[in-house]
């Protein structure tokens, strides 16, 4: 069982391309959290969600509770975007700490 | 600089020889974690604690070993390690709990042999 669903697993898109990444979870949860990873391996912290929008420069991130659906944009996307984005929900109940997606490998090709 | 740090980078052992693999944060947390990242499988939760002297096993516990004695630091211990440990290890903390925003360490590749 997976309770936190992401799509596409891969990505290949243009330069200036708008992307769209997405994220399902099959239960209630406190936070939803994007990260990103880049080759390499570094992982960062994008944003955390509980509710609604955040934006911080050309990302975007939504969140929908009654769906139970996430999704991660990109505007005028750039060849350093190039990472895996992850997708991590912290569920209500049971133990504390994240479940994650199996990521979005993104290319951006110039 | 508010960091998350861990040592060693990079290691290679062989079965059952003891190792530990350090964590420590500047940002005074109260929640760290560790988690494990195998091709196909993801990133996957270790152990955590949400404050000094307190764990708890996340979703991948077994072989591994953790304490809490300082807020700082959060070792991970693996007693007797096996090939099926080798992966990418990263520990993480967060102002409070799982909720908050992680701030991840570099990792740490394992490799068992």
């Known amino acids: 069982k997976n309770e936190v669903e992401q799509s596409p697993q891969n990505l290949t898109a243009q330069e200036g391309e708008f992307i769209t990444i997405n994220c399902s979870y099959s239960v209630g949860i406190s936070a939803l959290h994007w990260l990103q990873q880049h080759p390499g391996g570094g992982i960062v912290s994008l944003f955390m969600l509980s509710s609604g929008k955040k934006k911080h420069g050309r990302l975007i991130a939504t969140i929908n509770i009654q769906e139970k659906h996430s999704s991660l944009h990109i505007t005028a996307s750039h060849p350093r975007d190039s990472a895996v984005y992850i997708c991590?929900?912290?569920?209500?109940?049971?133990?504390?700490?994240?479940?994650f997606g199996k990521g979005t490998h993104l290319i951006i090709q110039p | 600089e508010a960091q998350v740090t861990q040592n060693p980078r990079y290691l290679i052992t062989v079965t059952g020889k003891k190792l530990t693999v350090t964590c420590s944060q500047n940002m005074n947390h109260e929640y760290m974690s560790w988690y494990r990242q195998d091709p196909g499988l993801g990133l996957r939760q270790i152990y955590y604690s949400m404050n000094v002297e307190v764990t708890d096993k996340g979703d991948v516990p077994e072989g591994y070993k953790v304490s809490r004695k300082e807020k700082r630091n959060f070792p991970l211990i693996l007693e007797s390690p096996s090939p099926n440990q080798t992966s990418l290890y990263f520990c993480a903390s967060s102002f409070r709990r799982s909720s908050y925003e992680q701030y991840f360490g570099p990792g740490t590749r394992l490799t068992v042999t």
């Open positions: 991590a929900a912290t569920l209500r109940g049971g133990a504390d700490g994240l479940t």
